[in-house]
């Protein structure tokens, strides 16, 4: 069964710096998808960073140049390096993964509809 649990949420000025990780067991495929999203009160959940197997990479142009997404495969761990917040970034972020074809990029790894997620790290930006 795959389980993934975020941390490292917390609360920062503005254009202060914040990483987030997903620790994920069970997860044995080959060819995947991981992302991490985000919902805001009041806001529909969007997705902001996804990874594809070949480590290829997508952002929502929101974040382009301020968040980074990475993995470590060895500790079965994802990251979200996220620079110069905003207040618009507060949200809840939730770290999410799934098996996919072996051809999917990162950019296609972005609509995927993920089967698993975790249970979310909230993320506080102050003005």
């Known amino acids: 069964q795959v389980q993934l649990v975020e941390s490292g949420g917390g609360s920062v000025q503005s254009g202060g710096s914040l990483r987030l990780s997903c620790a994920a067991s069970g997860y044995t495929y080959s060819s995947y998808c991981m992302a991490w999203f985000r919902q805001a009160p009041g806001k529909e959940r969007e997705g902001v960073a996804a990874?594809?197997?070949?480590?290829?990479?997508a952002y929502v142009d929101s974040v382009k140049g301020r968040f980074t997404i990475s993995q470590d495969n060895a500790k079965n761990q994802l990251y979200l390096q996220m620079n110069d917040l905003k207040p618009e970034d507060t949200a809840m972020y939730y770290c999410?993964?799934?098996?996919?074809?072996?051809?999917?990029?990162?950019?296609?790894?972005?609509?995927?509809?993920?089967?698993?997620w975790g249970q979310g790290t909230q993320v506080t930006v102050s003005s």
């Open positions: 990874i594809a197997s070949d480590g290829s990479t």
């Open positions: 999410a993964a799934d098996a996919t074809p072996d051809y999917y990029r990162g950019y296609v790894c972005l609509s995927v509809d993920f089967g698993y």
